[in-house]
């Protein structure tokens, strides 16, 4: 497994899902771990638990990624708690399939500022911590920033993820800061159990499309992402790595 020994990683939207997944792999890799959740502090001190229950180092802070005082907050929470920071994980987002006639502007700005603004704030403030080595921030991108019926402004939300991947690599790469994104396809976690997903015919035609044929778990998101973490991936930046068993 790839060596995060010493380092230290923030991982947003980090309470459940793939976000937890993200945490407890960069903890079992060696990192110390800073889980950021908005609302769900069970499911925050659920991860922390687990991480500590295998000997790992982790701290839980609260903070809505699409506010910039608490961003600010959270990266301070970092440095006092842990005096470094090497490693951003962008995963906090939301997504709603709506058609076109039932989109609302509450909607879209919901999306856009966990999905989008979020990604910049908690980005933003993570630069200024990194240390004179740079730092690894990756992206959470989703197949579906190609397009997809019935969820335009996810879908939006996710190009402008793929866009601001490439830019800011191409801005922080003199740094040393080297940015990439993972695009999921379908992956199995509370959100997609909540959503109806799981269990329904679009399931079904998602596995049936799958060459790998099964629906994706957050341990697989989760393993690319401690590669990207890692000095293994030290050439990469600027790439949106897709992780969806073959899926398209």
Known sequence: MSN????????????KGIGAAIAKRLSEAGAAVVVNYSSDKEGADRVLGDIKANGGKAIAVKGDVAKAADMQRLFAETKKAFNRLDVLVNNAGVYKFLRLEE?????????????VLGTLLATKEAVKYFGPNGGSVINMSSIASA???????????KGAVDAITRGLAAELGPRKIRVNAIAPGGVETEGTHSAGIIGSDFEKAMIAGTPLGRIGQPDDIARIA??????????????RLTASGGYR
Not at 103 to 113: A, G, K, L, Q, S
Not at 147 to 157: L, P
Not at 226 to 239: P, Q
Request: charged share 25%.
């Open 4 to 15: 995060l020994k010493d380092k230290v990683a923030v991982v947003t939207g980090a309470s």
């Open 103 to 115: 989109i609302t502007d509450v909607e879209f700005h919901r999306e856009f500022n966990i999905n």
């Open 147 to 157: 397009g997809e019926a019935d969820a335009s402004i996810y879908s939006g939300t």
């Open 226 to 239: 401690v590669f990207l973490a890692s000095d293994d991936s030290a050439w990469l930046t600027g790439e």
